[in-house]
């Protein structure tokens, strides 16, 4: 065995040597593509290890890699766009071929296929970008840009009043109504249901859905005739409604339609959403995030306005029984979908004035509405910021901090907003140098003075103060953090991420979350 190991490690090393000598010959493209590759070789050599003869098999895949890199050469890096891809003058083998054009290759496991997709749209992305200074990941923004919104906002104190108004107006007379026990046991079905005299109660919504209960919600609302979709309740209940929606449309698991695989074609069925938190901002965005259990991950749906909500109701009176640490962890999702659609490369005006209103409404009411729940100024506010908050989201990704809590909010089953708020602080710190002039607009926003340093600063007391679990209280241990940086990295949500951050970026900002509310 040790003498495997010894082989296998050799075999790393000769690797090792072709790729620095095929990185001097390689253009932008090449390395693009020889990036795309060296995902399906670790995803090959994954499989080889699998196997009885682990080592030995995974030390052919090794050598194999290496022969073709040493025995290519003299093609210039800049002529694989034409014809087949290429590696080294030598054509690819059919796996890594179909990657390298945008095709993950369909002989590999679903999970190593969604890895690998991730890492595809991850690189593709940096592909056409730029590193600046600062380790600044320019991602090619399109010139002509367009803001959908195409939900309906009704808001204001008793806005719930008008559901019976706005369900007949869309044509619901039997609409399945998905919602949680939380909200039920609140009493806060009761009034919808007084309205909506014909709906069909779903109130089996649990904290992350998953692709199981959308199946379920699904069933349920062709078996019972339902002819529209009504959420009560947080993220949860308005993302699996979300869900349902695209299933009793276009057929099949939602698992199909996780994003950049089966485009969602048709409008989902008339759906109104109401939330009882003030965070996701899921009543207004683009998006429904879906938990796979199978391969420990959330998958997003969504990035049309097709499977936007067609109403968004928010009535501030349904937060007022929130207990503190619900409002904590979802005001500060809320914030953390302004701080990170104003930095990330996808911004723009529409969106960059919407995030900045979030974040100066979060920073200003959030304290209150924690110490006090019953403060309705403070509820009417934070409702006005998770709205906000959603709306700066549209339809590309936010950042690093949702793709750690997206990621790793598979692993261990926590609340998402909790999560999200403990690894801000960390990821903005991070990504200041890269856009300094952007978190110092975020820190006046927060109420403190035009210097990211300071704004940053008081993002960590907000967190503090309102009292977000550490990494440890919600699940984690600091033995992940190899593992937990890994699937961050491979999740789509880096895409745009300000500052260009890998796998050791991730695990520098791990370790600073993990040190975080210790102090």
Not at 176 to 205: I, K, S
Not at 212 to 221: I, T
Not at 409 to 433: K, W
């Amino acid at each position: 065995m040790l003498r495997e190991l010894r082989d296998f490690g050799g075999a790393f090393r000769d690797l090792e040597r072709h790729v620095d000598r095929s990185l001097a010959r390689l253009g932008a493209p090449g390395l693009h593509e020889l990036r795309i590759c060296g995902g399906v070789l670790v995803c090959e050599v994954e499989q080889a290890l699998s196997q009885p003869d682990g080592v030995g098999a995974a030390r052919l895949v090794l050598g194999e890699a290496s022969g073709q890199l040493s025995k290519g050469g003299g093609e210039r890096a800049g002529d694989c766009r034409r014809g087949p891809a290429r590696r080294g003058g030598r054509a690819l083998p059919e796996s890594r071929r179909e990657l390298a054009e945008g095709e993950v290759p369909k002989t590999h496991s679903p999970t190593i296929r969604g890895r690998l997709r991730g890492l595809f749209r991850l690189n593709y992305a940096r592909r056409r970008g730029n590193e600046h200074e600062g380790g600044r990941l320019g991602v090619q923004v399109e010139t002509v840009r367009s803001v959908e919104v195409p939900t309906r906002i009704v808001h204001g104190l008793g806005a719930l009043g008008r559901l019976r108004e706005l369900a007949a107006e869309l044509g619901m007379s039997r609409p399945l109504l998905v919602t949680d026990r939380g909200v039920e046991a609140a009493g806060l079905t009761a009034p919808a249901l007084e309205q909506l005299p014909h709906a069909v109660v779903f109130a089996d919504v649990f904290p992350n859905p998953d692709v199981e209960l959308v199946g379920r919600a699904s069933a349920v609302y062709l078996e019972e005739g339902c002819d529209g979709l009504v959420a009560l309740g947080g993220g949860s209940p308005i993302d699996t409604a979300k869900a349902v929606g695209v299933e009793v449309v276009h057929g099949g698991s939602i698992l199909d339609y996780e994003y950049d695989h089966t485009p969602i074609t048709n409008r989902i069925p008339p759906l109104v959403a109401i939330p009882t938190t003030a965070g996701t901002g899921s009543e207004v965005t683009l998006w429904s995030v879906i938990t796979d259990h199978e391969r420990q991950i959330k998958f997003n749906v969504g990035g049309t306005p097709l499977i936007g909500a067609h109403v968004a109701l928010v009535d501030p009176e349904l937060m007022l029984g929130l207990p503190p640490a619900v409002t904590a962890a979802t005001g500060m999702d809320a914030l953390s979908h302004g701080v990170e659609c104003f930095t990330c490369d996808y911004h723009q005006p529409f969106n960059d004035a919407v995030a900045l209103q979030a974040i100066e409404l979060v920073g200003r009411w959030l304290r209150v509405a924690v110490n006090d729940g019953s403060n309705v100024e403070a509820r009417t506010h934070m409702a006005h910021a998770a709205l906000l908050g959603g709306m700066s989201y549209g339809t590309e990704s936010a950042g690093a901090a949702h793709a750690m809590s997206q990621s790793a909010g598979g692993v261990h089953d926590c609340p998402h907003g909790a999560l999200t708020a403990r690894v801000l602080g960390p990821v903005c710190e991070y990504n200041m140098i890269a856009a300094p002039e952007r978190y110092a607009r975020i820190a006046v926003a927060l109420g403190v003075k035009a210097d990211a340093v300071a704004g940053i600063e008081e993002l960590y007391r907000l967190t503090d103060d309102v009292g977000i679990p550490t990494m440890e209280q919600l699940g984690f241990s600091e033995n992940e953090i190899p593992m937990l940086a890994r699937i961050a990295y491979e999740d789509p949500q880096s895409i745009g991420n300000p500052r260009e951050v890998d796998v050791v970026g991730y695990e520098e900002i791990y370790r600073n979350a993990f040190s975080r509310g210790k102090r």
